[in-house]
């Protein structure tokens, strides 16, 4: 019985190719916009502080209600995080303990992405790059597994959202992440879920 085509049975790298997709469409949106309006006028300037202020407000609403869903939910089911491999066992974590450790890692890049447009804005007089960030920054918080797990309420059972999760790469995509491997070409199976 093959299952119906749809988004929850794709592969993964059909997920990855929708992510990059919207990311193009969304940095090619901002490059539009970025043509239609004067950003080096004193009003254009005022304007794009202002918005990027705003995108900063909303993000930094977002990560404390994140915090606060993850902290009320309390959910400490474990999960394999790292398989078991020669000589090593395997190790498990809450996922409230991960989550946590998920959102300190979003926040840790967004709190960098605030120093850096700060210094290219003020001492580089730099512009253009704040409306980058100040669109790209809601993106990757609404984009995020934790955004759509805690705060939109998907299932994280499913195949895109089960724990662990993949790391993004450079470019933002995320990177499945390989199988691990026990000798010459032999793939380990899929470790089974502790309650």
Known sequence: ?????????????????RMVNKLLFVSIGTLFLMSKLDLDSDKGVSLLRIGY????????????????VIIARNDTTKFCRHPA???K???????????LQKLMEMFQQ???????MAVIHFVMSGNRPLLFQATLNPFNLVESQLFKVH??????????????????????APSTP????????????PPAQVE
Not at 110 to 116: D, G, P, R
Not at 152 to 171: A, H, I, T
């Open 1 to 17: 019985t093959n299952p119906l085509p749809g988004p929850q049975h794709e592969l993964p790298s059909l997920r990855s190719a």
């Open 53 to 68: 202020v705003a995108s900063t407000i909303y993000c930094a609403i977002g990560y404390y209600w994140l915090y606060s």
């Open 85 to 87: 491999q020669e000589g």
């Open 89 to 99: 066992e395997a190790q498990y974590q809450s996922k409230k303990d991960y989550d």
């Open 110 to 116: 967004y709190a960098t992405s605030l120093c850096f």
């Open 151 to 172: 705060l939109l309420g998907l299932d994280d059972e499913s195949e895109d959202l089960k724990r662990p999760w993949p790391v993004p790469n450079m470019f933002g």
């Open 178 to 189: 390989s199988p691990p491997v026990r000798s010459w070409g032999e793939v380990a199976p």
